[in-house]
Structure formats: structure tokens, C-alpha cells
């Protein structure tokens, strides 16, 4: 097999391509338009047949792609940061038609202030809403991921929109090789998309979205959601079986590495993650007893293959690539949830925040969180959580305040 | 409408006798929206897909029960055009693969309140137009927020008492013009309806179903329970509204605006107006004379107008 160098953004579309996508609404918004921008050159070029409709904003994009969805197409589309923000209302509507698509989300940080680099803010606003999220670390992962979520959201056990998310930036502009599978592999492992009961047309009515009259009658679908959603894990081990089979390549929904002997481990999603497998590398080499651990599948929570892979560890560094203002790191919570109170788990969850808007997570940083957190175990008592910014960026914010500070005095006199 | 189209309607026995919405909804006594979406329900038949947005209507299709005979989605507030462009397009992807057959077809509806079409939707709606989205809206125009309990929207007329306006001028604003907003889009057709004018109702939904594009139908809805009236006056109100020329019965098609219903002399805007509990405070305790005669004139400007118009 050959491999090709693309970016992100054109793996993610290949994904899309290679499924057989019908249908595309779409909105631009940096770091994604070269994703729609793809589809739609191969688009008028013939080579896909599909048809891509933009529509006026991402609210109304996200109500195309589920009605297209309910009607009986196989559907793609993308966004980012705000775009995701303010189709918010319909990215939690959506799930409860039960009509599954496929939404490839390349994260930027949200405003304010305003920046194009990413971070996880924006796909974590859409944690609680019926999406499920995988997180891709190269290339290679997302245009895969792309043909998994499509598997794993059309499984009749499941019937749910999924989220396939990638760094901007650093996955979204970066190429990398990546083995682009032929369509006639891809078709073998994705039957077409199968409607089932849920597609409008004349002689069998449905109604789809409508209103319940109790809390009662709402609890059972909210369940029942959620309950779809926990069953996409034992229906993502297989599909994720089966593709590795397949093409040979293994996406686990928790990778690990090198933390089978660890006794210490990184924790964390995204891109940057290949940063902190450099670092495992680099202190191996120093002896130390570092691992990484990477949630792939965000939603559905991984939690029972997580507390396998971190059985016996003496501590983790979870490093969050998002902040929940006044409570800190989103991963950090969920994780101290799915560990807390069970026999053999890390004493200590030592929690960084790092990455935000792009900012990069250096080598150093990595050796220090290790550091930080062997430290902890060693006392016994977990370290305050802790923002990755360093005394040189403080000064250099500190010059751009003095300049503010001056322009602004001028501006009175 | 001309009177050499051909249409099935010309009179009161002409109408479908069929009703196809199913009753027991839970919509007000003698509203005056369900009353046009029962009548033009009886003309587009059960081969729709009703792609509704937040308002009274929503409560049309509450599980496990529709009144419809054909389908339903709810999007939201702002969004139904958009549905509505998802399920045309996801149709004509299957007609264009032989997934469905073209009798399997559907004629995609959207059905909103005066809030969607004139405020929230405008953005999706908009574009649904600019795309020559092969679809009809129906709005039903009750002239407020009346599922949160008659605030103001953008097609609140001047001077009602709303609960947002509720000082002694009513709503300080102007209806917005969504026929005009509509036909400066260019699109296959638009028309005004009322449920008290059924006749008129049923030709233009005959002739809107007929065609293909962008196709808007406003139905003015007295709307008893926003609009302070008895609900046995819906249909003597709707009737005032279209004799005073408060409700103008217009289409536009080919770029040309018809009346169809001219009120031959038209009654004082009073007899409309003082039906209203929303209206109340402009005879009571004593009459608004300047607020009166604004909203006249406003009205007898307007059909001045149409009257240069045709010459
Ligand atoms: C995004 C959003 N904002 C607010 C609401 C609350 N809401 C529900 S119905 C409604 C009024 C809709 O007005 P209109 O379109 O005129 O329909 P009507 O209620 O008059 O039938 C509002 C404001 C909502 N459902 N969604
Ligand atoms: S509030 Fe008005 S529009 Fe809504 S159901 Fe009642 S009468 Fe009809
Ligand atoms: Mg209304």
C-alpha cells in the first residue's frame, strides 16, 4: 500500500469520499473550509457523487444534515469552534432523531478573545449532547476514524449521530502519510446506509422530534439515548476489530502506550498526544517508568477499559487541553469520577492545563509534569492543579499590557 | 387570480368535504391558525412532510399522537426552512438513484408562527429562497409569541397590547412586510389567506401546490386567547380584517402583485379593532382618536397605493 502525503483536513474529507457520502450542508469556518473546499472540487470535478449544499449558518446546517439524515442519505459535515457553538441548539437536537451522520469537528479555541488555534473547548460543549466523539491523533486517524464513526453511528444497537474531532492546525494544516483505502475495501467494511424505519416518504408516515407531555415519557427517550450511546462501546470494540482486520490498523478506543510497567502515566486526547509519546520515549531512555494513556472514544466513556489501563499506576499527569472556568480541567473531573472508590486505582490525579489557544506543550513540560507527579505519589498528597505557562510567556504578556497600558495614556493626553 | 385559472374552487360546495387533520388537538377554542392549516391541510393531502418550528403548532404532534396522515419534523425556532432543505434534498438524492419512486414523493411544508417567519427563521428562510428550494410555507400569522404568552414579535401590529406592550400606546412598532420581504427574493409564488375567506384560501393552495419553487402562504390567525376576543368571534373578526383592508387577500407571482379580494368600500378599522381586548385601551376609558386615525390611514394609504397600481 501506498501512502500519500495529505493534511487533516484532507484525510477527514477522503473519509467522507470513501463512505459514499450523499450528502454535504456545509458553512466555512478556518480550520475546516479545506475540507468542504475538497469535497466540493471533487464534487464538480465528477469524482464524487454527492451533493453539497451551503447553507446560511451552522444552525441550519446541523438541521439539514439531521433531516437529510431522517429522510434516508448517508451524510457528512463539518465544522469548528464557533460554528459548533452556534449550531448548539440543533448539535443536541439532532441525536434524538436517532438518524445517524457523521460530523468531523477540527477544534479552535472559542472567544473571547477570538483566536484560529486550537484547543477543546468547543468539542467538549457538545459532550452531553447525544454525539458520540471520537479524537483523532494523525492523519491516518482521522480519515479511519471517519469510516469507524460511520460504522459505529449507523449500528442498529446505536442510531447515533457521531463527532470525529481534530486538532487545528497541527493535524488540520499538517501533512503527514497516510494509506488512503480503495472504495471497494471501504464498501466491504460500510454496507450502504441503511434507514431503517426512520425515512420520509409517502406511504409510511413518521413523525420525528415531537413533544411529550411528563417528565416520565421524557426520561425514558433521554435514557433511552444514553443507553444507545453506552452500547456503541462494546459495538466499537468490534467494529474497531474488524477494520484492524481489514486495512491493519488497530484503534483501540483507549491507547496505550508504553504503560503496560508504568508506574507513571500522561493522560490526555488530541494531537499533542504524539508530543508526550516523545517524552515517554525520552524518559524511558532515563530510566523512568512513563506511559501514556489516550482516550480515543470520548463519548461513550471508555470508563471500564480506562480503569484496566491504569490498574496498578501509581499516579497520572492529566493533561487538559480546555479549562471549565471555575472548575479547571474537563478530562480530570470525568476521569477522578470513573476511577474514585475502586480498588487498585492511582492515588494520584495530578491536573495541568496546557495547550489552550494553540499554546504548545514542550518537551520540558512533560518531564516536569513527570516529575511533578512521582513527586506527589511520593508524599502522598495530590499537587494543585496547575496552568503550563512559563516565566518568559508571563513577560512577554507583561510587554504587550505595558504597550496597551502606554497606548492608552497617550489616546487621554 | 385571474379568472380564466383553472381551479376546482369556485365556490363554498366546491371545497373538500374529506378533512383530513384528525381533531382532538390541543389548540385553543376557535383558533383561527388551526382553522387555515385544517383547510389547506384538506388541498396538499397526506403526501407532506410538515417541518414545523417552536409555536402553538408544535403541540400539534405530541407522542404517540399526530393529526396528520402524512409525516413530521421538528426542527426549532429558527431552523425548519433548513429541515426542510435537508428532506428535499435527501428526497431528490433517492428519486435521482431509483431509492424511491417518484408516487413515494412528498411535498415538503413548513409550518411556523409569525415569530419564526418574520423574526428567528428570516436567516434560513432566506437562504432556503436563494437556494430555490422547492418547498411551501405556511405561516400562521397570530401576530405574536402566542405559545410563551402573546409577547411581541416582528408582525405585532401598531399599537396592540401584547404582554411585552402593555402601556396605554400598546406595541410601539410596525408589522413588518414579509409579503414584500419574501417577493424581493423573487421566488415561485406568495400569497395571503385567512381561514374566514376559504374559498380564496383553497384556490391559492391549489394553485401554490401546483407549483414548484418557493412558495409562502400567510395566514392572518385570530388567535382568541392572544388577541382578548370570545373564541365564537374568530370568524366574524377575520372577516372584519379583511373588510376593513387591515388584511389585504394578495399574491405575488412572475414578479406581479394581484389582489384578489378588494374590499369594494371598505369599513372603518374600529369595527376590526374594537373586537379586541388588545385593543381595548384605544376606546377605553376614553378614545385614542391619534392612535385611530394613524392605523386608518396607514390602511387607506395602503390601498391607495394598490389603487395607483392598477390604475
Ligand atoms: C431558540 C428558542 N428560543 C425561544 C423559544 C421559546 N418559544 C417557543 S414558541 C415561541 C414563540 C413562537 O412564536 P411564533 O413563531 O409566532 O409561534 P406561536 O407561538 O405564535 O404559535 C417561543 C419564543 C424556543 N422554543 N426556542
Ligand atoms: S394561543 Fe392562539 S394561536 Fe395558539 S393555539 Fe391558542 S388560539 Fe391558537
Ligand atoms: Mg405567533
Redesign the interface.
Known sequence: MTRTLITGNAAAAWGARLAGAEYVPAFPITPQTEIIETLAGWIDAGEMECRLVTLESEHSMITAAGAAASTGVRVFSATSSQGLLYGMEMVYAVPGYRAPFVLVNVSRGVQTPVTLEPDHNDVLAARDSGFLQLHCATCQEVLDSTLIAYRLAEDHRVRLPALVNLDGFYLSFTREPVEIPDRAAVEGFLPPYDPETTRFHAGEPVSQGVVVLGGAYYSYFRYEQHLAAQRALEVYDEVAAEFAQQFGRSYDAVETYRSEDAEIVFFMIGSFSTKAKDAVDRLREAGQAVGLVRPRLLRPYPAEALRRALDGKKGVAVIDQNLSMGMGGVLHGELAGALYGRAGMPSVLASFIGGLGGRDIAAEEFYEMAAVTRRACREGSTPPPRLLYTADELRQMRKLQAVAHAERMEGKQ | MSDETITLYKHMKDLPSNRLLGTGTPMCAGCGGLLAIHQAYDILG??T?F?NAAGCM??L???PY?P?????????M??A???????R??????LARG??KP????QVVVLTGDGAAYGMGM??T??AI??GLDFIYLCYDNEGYANTGQQSSPATPHGARTSTSTGPQGFGGHKKDLFAIWAAHRPAYVATVIATEPVDLARKIEKAKGLKGSRLIIALSPCPTGWDFDPRETVEIGRLAVKTGMWPLKEYENGKVTHTRVPPKRAPVEEYLEKQGRFAHLFHPRRNEAMLAEIQARVDDYWAGVEADHG
Do not use: C, M, N
Open positions: 397526506e403526501k412532510v417541518v408544535t403541540l404532534a405530541v407522542y399526530t396528520f396522515r402524512g409525516s413530521w419534523l421538528y426542527t426549532s429558527a431552523s426552512p433548513a429541515g426542510a432543505q435537508g428532506v434534498d435527501a428526497l431528490d438524492i433517492q431509492r424511491i408516487e413515494e414523493d412528498l436567516s434560513s432566506s437562504s436563494e437556494h
